[in-house]
């Protein structure tokens, strides 16, 4: 037999998604897998394994491994040379954090193109933090849900919602404006307030997601405060044959379907993709009764172009997502008797026949977002990288009231994101990143809603700077990052009186984090980061006046306490004038991370110490001309929250993997010593997830079993009924103890059982959620005060994959 | 590195730091939003009774809630004072005095009268007609209502209301607007739809 040496193109799959924060691109790509023989599935040692056109190579040691460091390019070619063996064929895994094992088997015939997926480095200045990657597959099962649905079964990841369309993801404790959302890299530009507005990304366009669970916020802004989520589009590979795919489903409760479709082609310099999905569902049920009203509309768009030329990349994105969702009809009460009135009933006081109509309350929500990039790789480890993103957010929304035709909010938001990063060439064994920014944010009431704005008119503009820099020595990394905020802020508005009111304000913040990675052996490693981060209240927090839904919310420049302790609403409060600052963040946060072959086991401790943390929380009840209102406030107050998630990854066989996990967090309003309100509880799940490679028809299929308990919020704060407010029983004023006007739901168990299969070119499955029809509330979702969660859905998905290989 | 490079890396710092580094003269000039006539708030409310057969007879009641949507209490400014064995027809003034001048609500009601419906409560038999406490608790109660909508459902902008021989003092009398968008129809109640006001006076019959 003559000695044959194989070569085998391997495109390296990796990322580069163009996001905004380009982790693509930094020379800190490795790319590590096994080599078996195909039949005996033995490990093959002293595998030769060069990165084509670099100097980099390893072999492969007596388990078949090779790792190999430092990549920097986009598309790297692996050549795998060995003596006697030949015809390779590589596993994809699509499990993250997994080396592929790559088949070799005896005797030469042919070249073959094969992919592996890899590893993907960390964003530089999260590197110590601990954070979770999803991939498509882990959050394509169920493309109706929301972006915050998608990633609620991670540790320490919960979501907080106002009914079954408007969820926001909540890490150890904190959303809203404390987490940044990155759409396909640039800071989501939407009116980020309360929590009954969601971000507007539809989850069937991401193609990976991040989940950053410490302070971020050097590398992505003070919005990152409480951690980050980057969800990034298809990453536009090159020498990617034609793909094509389309998916469609159908889900029994509310009897909601959806159709996606996405294509995408890489050829040497040029590659695109270009997708389009759309969403129906109509009014959901719990087990008991219909939630009228809470159906929702979906369309999108996106695309991209990256035209790559020698050390050139140019990439422009585009999506556009069109949406329409309602609100539980029974959560509006527009007196205090009303809302007694629905808190109190075990069922919604509004019920009708199900319907794909969308009536008042409901929001009408349409965004762009356009991005241009430019990276120029001028020399092998360093990199300029210039973005700018545009986004466009268009709100309306409608209540239920006398002029229900008309929007009660309607406003116009438009962001722009200028960003140069340079990511400098090696300097005193020192890996950097150094980039300035420009952020600007203009939001624009339209006319003709009837009522006095609830968000004045602004413009923001913020001038950023940071530098980060890591460090590597042995098994140790070592990170630091500084970051300074200029931020100017110009605000004008009306009172209901329709005089108008209007401040300059700015704020300088300064944000830092140092970490550090020990990687103590193979499977075994710890992380370890300090964080701090300062965040300026943003303009609901500041200036919210007035009634949306069932309560009516002062902001915290619309109230002030007089010298006898009475809430005042008569005046806007200038800046300046108000005792309002920014809330100041110190995160410490550790991850130790201990597996062997069998066993991972991962626990992460926090704690996370807040100065000025701002929330809202119920004030009392006021007599207004409708009855007793519901009034909550913004408030300011030192917090603490201190958290432990823990998860155990254990596998029992080649086919069968068990995750069990626990999240717990405890927090504090430390400057009274009383609980804070809406935190999540303790939840504890398991997944069991069963793969079988050949069963029947199918080339393989999983099973997943998936039951999960929520206990009840110990620690919520005690229930004073509106009923007693209203008749005087109880009398509050603004400094009593915090309250709430319903207790803490009691905790619950859900089981969600999916099976997914693969035929051919077609991927399907079949899912249920809530399997024995529960009928439960939940502590985080505002519609708890007036109906349960949906009852048991089952959703069965179908892909079609169409993949032209001849175009290789 | 060679000459290009520099002059690629050096365009592109310059490129960048023009748009993201050096707008010292961010301009911040923000106009406010519109002024807009506030439809939803209510502050004056007055309720109207003319005696049928002397119309210059006429007792008022007034509720205000001075700041619309801020803290401040909702305050009963009048008790009812009717007098006994009369007849009465009620009518209503409802403004938004926030805005100068003030903006008519009641127009509003009765531009959409289809959608809206008012109730009332008041001491047992404190009236010889309507008798009874009223409809709040039960739509089905007897009241008086003096128009109807195009559907020919009651409205209540306009009620008779019969006072009897005997007196009456620290006697109630509530009155709430519902807002019934497709929710109204003729047997539609007083829980139905969303409150407008609800206001509860202090009744005398002298």
Request: aromatic share 12%; with cysteine.
């Amino acid at each position: 037999m003559p000695l044959a040496i194989v070569w085998i193109f391997i495109f390296f799959i990796h990322f580069c998604s163009g996001s905004l924060f380009a982790q693509t691109d930094t020379c800190s790509f490795n790319v590590s897998g096994k080599i078996l023989d195909i039949d005996t599935k033995l490990p093959i040692p002293n595998v030769r394994v060069i990165v084509f056109g670099t100097d980099k190579l390893a072999l492969t040691n007596s388990k078949g491994e090779f790792i190999i460091n430092n990549l920097c390019n986009e598309v790297n070619t692996l050549i795998i040379s060995c003596i006697g063996y030949c015809h390779a064929k590589c596993e994809n895994h699509h499990h993250h954090d997994e080396s592929p094992h790559i088949y070799i088997a005896q005797d030469v015939s042919e070249l073959e193109v094969i992919t592996i997926e890899t590893n993907h480095s960390k964003e530089n200045g999260t590197e110590t933090v601990s954070q979770v990657v999803l991939k498509k597959d882990d959050i394509y099962n169920d493309p109706t849900q929301s972006l915050a649905a998608s990633i609620a079964d991670q540790q320490g990841v919960t979501t907080t919602s106002n009914g079954t369309n408007v969820q926001l993801p909540v890490i150890h404790g904190l959303y809203g404006n404390r987490i940044l959302i990155l759409n396909n890299g640039l800071k989501h530009g939407f009116q980020n307030w309360g929590t009954d507005h969601a971000p507007e990304i539809d989850i069937s366009t991401a193609h990976r997601l991040t989940i950053v669970k410490g302070a971020a916020g050097v590398r992505y802004g003070p919005e990152a405060l409480g951690g980050a989520i980057n969800i990034e589009n298809n990453p536009l590979y090159l020498n990617e044959s034609f793909k094509a795919k389309i998916g469609t489903g159908y889900q029994t409760n509310g009897k909601g379907y959806f159709v996606n479709s996405e294509i995408n082609q890489g050829l040497k310099n040029w590659s695109y993709y270009l997708g389009a999905n759309y969403t129906l569902v109509g009014d959901r049920h719990a087990p008991s009764y219909l939630l009228t009203n809470s159906g929702k509309k979906e369309k999108s768009v996106y695309g991209g172009i990256r035209y790559h030329h020698k050390n050139w990349d140019f990439k422009v994105y585009y999506s556009y997502l069109d949406q329409d969702l309602a609100l539980l009809r029974s959560s509006v009460a527009h007196s205090g008797n009303a809302f007694v009135r629905n808190i109190n009933s075990d069922e919604p006081s509004f019920i009708r026949p199900f319907s794909y109509t969308i009536n008042q309350p409901n929001q009408l929500a349409q965004h762009h977002l356009g991005k241009a990039e430019m990276h120029w790789r001028y020399s092998d480890n360093a990199k300029l990288t210039f973005k700018y993103g545009k986004q466009l957010n268009k709100r309306d929304e409608f209540d239920v009231r006398r002029n229900a035709d008309r929007p009660i909010i309607d406003l116009d938001l438009i962001t722009n994101d200028y960003q140069l990063e340079w990511k400098h060439p090696d300097w005193l064994m020192l890996d950097g990143l150094v980039g300035v920014q420009l952020f600007t944010q203009f939001n624009d009431n339209n006319p003709g809603t009837g009522v006095t704005s609830v968000i004045p008119n602004y413009k923001t503009v913020r001038y950023s700077s940071f530098i980060i820099e890591s460090f590597k020595r042995d098994r140790n990394t070592y990170e630091a990052g500084l970051r300074l905020d200029y931020e100017l802020n110009s605000v004008a508005g009306r009172q209901t009186n329709q005089a108008i009111f209007s401040d300059q304000f700015s704020f300088s913040n300064l944000t830092s984090s140092i970490g550090y990675v020990r990687e103590i052996s193979e499977n075994t490693s710890f992380r370890t980061n300090i964080g701090t981060a300062w965040r300026t209240p943003n303009m609901s927090e500041l200036y919210s006046f007035g009634q949306h839904g069932f309560k009516t919310t002062f902001g915290l420049l619309r109230y002030y306490t007089s010298a006898i302790g009475d809430v005042n609403t008569n005046q806007v409060l200038k800046i300046s004038e108000s005792t309002v600052q920014s809330e100041k963040g110190y995160k410490f946060i550790n991850e130790f991370q201990i597996g062997n072959k069998k066993n991972t086991h991962t626990i992460t401790g926090y704690s996370h110490y807040i100065e000025n943390y701002t929330f809202e929380r119920p004030l009392g009840v006021f007599g207004t001309i409708r009855g007793p209102m519901p009034a909550f406030i913004f408030t300011q107050a030192d917090a603490l929250f201190i958290g432990l998630d823990y998860s155990w990854d254990r596998d029992w066989s080649k086919s069968l993997k068990v995750v069990y996990g626990i999240s717990y967090l405890w927090s504090r309003n430390i400057d009274k010593n009383e609980p804070l309100i809406n935190q999540p509880p303790i939840s504890v799940n398991y997944k069991l997830k069963w793969q079988k490679e050949k069963i029947w028809k199918f080339e393989s299929s999983n099973l997943t079993i998936n039951p999960s308990y929520t206990f009840q919020q110990f620690q919520a704060p005690k229930t004073i009924s509106p009923e007693s407010l209203i008749d005087g029983s109880v009398v509050i004023s603004s400094d009593s103890e915090i309250f709430d006007f319903k207790s803490a739901p009691n905790g619950f168990f859900l089981l969600e059982v999916s099976w997914s299969f693969h035929w051919k070119n077609i991927t399907g499955s079949i899912s249920v959620n809530n399997l024995f029809n529960n009928g439960y509330r939940n502590y985080l979702n505002a519609m708890r005060y007036f109906a349960n969660e949906p009852g048991r859905n089952v959703l069965f998905t179908i892909n079609y994959l169409f993949e032209n290989k001849k175009n290789e | 590195m060679n000459v290009l490079k520099n002059y690629g890396l050096l365009s592109m710092v310059i490129a960048g730091l023009s748009t993201t580094g050096c707008k010292k003269d961010a301009d911040l000039t923000v106009v406010p939003p519109a002024s807009e006539n506030e439809m939803e708030v209510i502050t004056d409310v007055k309720l109207i009774f003319i005696n049928n057969s002397d119309p210059s007879d006429i007792v008022e009641a007034r509720a205000q809630d001075p700041d619309g949507l801020g803290v401040q209490e909702l305050v009963i400014l009048d008790t009812i004072n009717l007098d006994a064995s009369k007849t009465y027809t009620m009518t209503y003034e409802i403004f938004n005095n926030l805005e100068t001048p003030g903006e008519d609500i009641g127009a509003e009601i009765l531009e959409e009268d289809n959608e809206h419906q008012f109730f009332y409560s008041f001491s047992n038999n404190a009236f010889a007609s309507p008798s009874g406490d009223g409809n709040i608790d039960a739509v089905s109660d007897p009241l008086t209502y003096n128009d109807v909508d195009e559907n020919g459902n009651a409205v209540g902008l306009s009620t008779s209301w019969t006072t009897p021989s005997s007196v009456l003092s620290g006697g109630t009398f509530t009155t709430r607007l519902q807002h019934q968008p497709d929710v109204k129809t003729s047997t539609s109640g007083a829980n139905d739809g969303d409150t407008d006001f609800e206001l509860s006076f202090v009744l005398n019959i002298q």
